[in-house]
């Protein structure tokens, strides 16, 4: 197994741009597709991320994901931030039978 | 709309049992793979089982692999997680998700408590 390692948390102001990584532990980022999730507290997780840089519909354009095999990470990038998007946010893979969750960054918009 | 409802939480001694189920309506419940997911208090998102779309195939994470069973019943829309040897670490907050690779949709939650 390969495990997903995020920072535990960020911090930004409203309108501003901030990047979330997700690096992988072994094999290739680019083996197997990345999602991400947001979860608001007391709510369940949503996907604002699939296949690596689709975004689901009705999430806004400024959500979006991108691999880089250099860094063997994946990052989502969230621009214009609201306060709205104060949020727990989780990327995830699968390898042939796991499916594998980074531990989660909490994202601070202040 | 997609509704994943799951039931049958609770608190259970410490090598206890329990049966959780998810009731989906709103999709295609018969041609997509079911997961069960988990979140401890406090802690991050882990994910537990699979079971593929018509039953054949089941994964379990190695955290409760020879402890919990995956099933579905398509003919109800039904999906249920039979939990048995139960640990103080499996305290957490159940979701069902449907999906294959990753999880499309989710359901609320169902907060299982391993206590004495």
């Known amino acids: 197994n390969f495990m997903l390692t995020q920072p535990h948390s960020v911090s930004e102001s409203p309108g501003k741009t901030v990047t979330i990584s997700c690096t992988r532990s072994?094999?290739?980022?680019?083996?197997?597709?990345v999602q991400w999730y947001q979860q608001r507290p007391g709510s369940s997780p949503t996907t604002v991320i699939y296949e690596d840089n689709q975004r689901p519909s009705g999430v806004p354009d400024r959500f979006s994901g991108s691999i880089d095999s250099s860094s063997n990470s994946a990052s989502l990038t969230i621009s214009g931030l609201k306060t709205e998007d104060e949020a727990d946010y989780y990327c995830?893979?699968?390898?042939?039978?796991?499916?594998?969750f980074g531990g989660g960054t909490k994202l601070t918009v202040l | 709309q997609v509704q994943l409802v799951e039931s049958g939480g609770g608190v259970v001694q410490p090598g206890g049992s329990l049966r959780l189920s998810c009731a989906a309506s709103?999709?295609?419940?018969?041609?997509?793979?079911m997961h069960w997911v988990r979140q401890a208090p406090g802690k991050g998102l882990e994910w537990v089982a699979f079971?593929?779309?018509?039953?054949?195939?089941?994964y379990y994470a190695d955290s409760v692999k020879g402890r919990f069973t995956i099933s579905r019943d398509n003919s109800k829309n039904m999906l249920d997680l039979q939990m048995n040897s139960l640990r103080a670490e499996d305290t957490a907050v159940y979701y069902c998700?449907?999906?294959?690779?990753?999880?499309?949709?989710w359901g609320q939650g169902t907060l299982v408590t391993v206590s004495s």
């Open positions: 079971i593929h779309y018509n039953g054949d195939k089941k």
């Open positions: 072994s094999g290739s980022i680019a083996s197997s597709y």
């Open positions: 998700a449907a999906g294959i690779e990753w999880f499309d949709y």
């Open positions: 995830q893979s699968y390898d042939t039978i796991n499916r594998i």
């Open positions: 709103g999709f295609t419940f018969r041609t997509y793979g």
